[in-house]
């Protein structure tokens, strides 16, 4: 031991700990974008995170003339980035070139005022068309297979010209594929089971979960809310899933079909119709986690406030581009599809807003912080800051000092949140009856947080009663 004889000084770990911040709102999506565009050398890895549109275009090849309904990926860029304005995103892409894709040969093309379309977009590759050179007298649109044919070009006089090529088909990618698991041969993750991977590639938590163009198949939809309410096996977030329209066009059948597939969990937001903006169709999933990211960046990215009621950025709801396909939900229809757990879209007071406060558990589950996708938003959001602002405690001296800190820390966040209104009260105790001696000696304690969150003013009534004391006002 060192002998000392005068004054030292030495520090201690502060008494408080410095909670992390968490996202409640950060989305990952699974579904197809169109790498083909890509040359390889500038082609990532499927799970990307990007920061504007800017950044989505370069890293997954994407166009704001996309056709959505084949690019889901695109879609929801063009969403959150453009329309919303938020960031960032964690994309994962199922779309592999090499196999999503299909050959034409010797496509007949009519040439009508210099101008011809072949039968599919999307062209990866394709060879000269007659005995023409392509850059001089011809060019290809490898985005919308338009064929323009140069004025004092070889083809110049042709009526018709004839063209072999290889196009993308992004449809060809399964739900099976989208649900993922392992590659037998690299024991790699694939499909939803990449979402694992966020954490570890980005240090970000996800808070919402899509995969649009998928999630309307309800074995999709069920494993999406499977993987979030345990992502990494210990974080929390939400899935997001539309209703298919297709098999859905009134909405009275909704709760039949959404239990049929059991589509029950409390992990779940359901969604019913699809939605239009510029003359386009879109998924309203893909417009909620949208409104979801602008609520929660207005009110200090604490998910205590309910995105229903919120303006959604659109010009009508629909099932198709038909005007036939229009839907307009009156106030007693939307409240029929959010008394059975389906979140939609309505034109009432203030113009286009997401109607609809209840996870897809309700009405058979009652328990209140299953049902409201506020309260469920907000367990789970409290549940991934615990975790990781505690991590680098897992593992040190389990003593009364630590037991404090946590405890103190805990406390003081929670009073501010309930200072400023975010919840209605809450206290960390760390009771005896939950922690045995047996527990305790083998490495294992428990905390038990009680909290009150704030449940959205779902419904108003205001009693009106006449008052014939009034009738003296008359003579004063």
């Not at 504007?52 to 084949?70: C, I, M, P, S, V």
């Not at 694939?190 to 163009?213: H, I, K, M, S």
């Not at 939950?434 to 304690?445: A, F």
């Amino acid at each position: 031991m060192t002998f000392k004889h005068g004054i030292t000084a030495s520090q201690v770990k502060t008494a408080l700990s410095i909670p992390r911040q968490v996202s409640a709102s950060l989305p990952v999506v699974i579904g197809c974008a169109p790498t083909h565009r890509l040359n390889a050398a500038v082609k990532q890895d499927a799970v990307v995170m990007c920061f504007n549109y800017a950044e989505a275009q370069k890293a997954l090849g994407f166009r704001e003339t996309d056709d959505f309904e084949k690019w889901g990926l695109s879609e929801f860029a063009y969403s959150q980035f453009i329309l919303y304005g938020m960031a960032p995103v964690i994309f994962i892409n199922l779309f592999k070139p090499e196999e999503h894709r299909a050959a034409v040969s010797n496509e007949s093309v009519s040439i009508i005022d210099g101008k011809g379309k072949l039968k599919y977009s999307d062209v990866i590759s394709f060879t000269d068309l007659n005995s023409g050179t392509n850059g001089v007298d011809y060019s290809v649109d490898l985005i919308t297979g338009t064929i323009l044919i140069v004025d004092d070009g070889a083809l110049k006089d042709e009526t018709s010209v004839q063209i072999s090529y290889v196009y993308a088909t992004p449809e060809a990618v399964t739900s099976t594929e989208c649900i993922g698991g392992a590659d037998f041969e690299t024991g790699r993750a694939t499909g939803l089971q990449l979402v694992d991977e966020v954490f570890t590639r980005f240090r970000v938590v996800p808070g919402l979960l899509l995969a649009p163009g998928f999630s309307d198949n309800p074995s999709v939809a069920a494993i999406m809310a499977t993987k979030a309410g345990a992502i990494n096996g210990i974080f929390s977030s939400v899935a997001l899933a539309d209703l298919p329209v297709k098999d859905l066009r009134n909405y009275t059948k909704i709760p039949e079909y959404k239990i049929n597939n059991n589509l029950v969990q409390e992990d779940l937001y359901l969604f019913w119709p699809r939605v239009l903006f510029d003359g386009r169709l879109m998924r309203l999933a893909t417009h909620a986690a949208g409104v979801i990211a602008t609520t929660d960046a207005d009110n200090d990215d604490i998910p205590y406030q309910s995105p229903s009621n919120h303006s959604l950025l659109i010009q009508g709801a629909a099932l198709g581009l038909d005007d036939k396909d229009t839907i307009w939900l009156t106030q007693p229809q939307a409240n029929y599809l959010n008394q059975n757990g389906i979140t939609t879209a309505l034109n009432f007071v203030g113009g286009w807003k997401l109607w609809g406060n209840r996870t897809a558990c309700y009405p058979d589950n009652n328990d209140i912080k299953d049902t409201f996708i506020t309260n469920r938003r907000m367990f789970g959001w409290y549940g991934n800051n615990f975790i990781l602002t505690w991590w680098s405690d897992i593992d040190t001296a389990f003593n009364r000092r630590l037991i404090t800190r946590i405890i103190n820390t805990e406390n003081i966040k929670l009073n501010s949140w309930a200072a400023k209104q975010y919840i209605l009260g809450g206290r960390l105790e760390f009771r005896d009856d939950e922690n045995s001696t047996l527990d305790l000696m083998d490495g294992h304690s428990n905390f038990h947080l009680m909290w009150g969150t704030a449940s959205p003013n779902e419904s108003m009534n205001v009693a009106m009663e006449y008052d014939p004391s009034y009738i003296k006002t008359l003579f004063s």
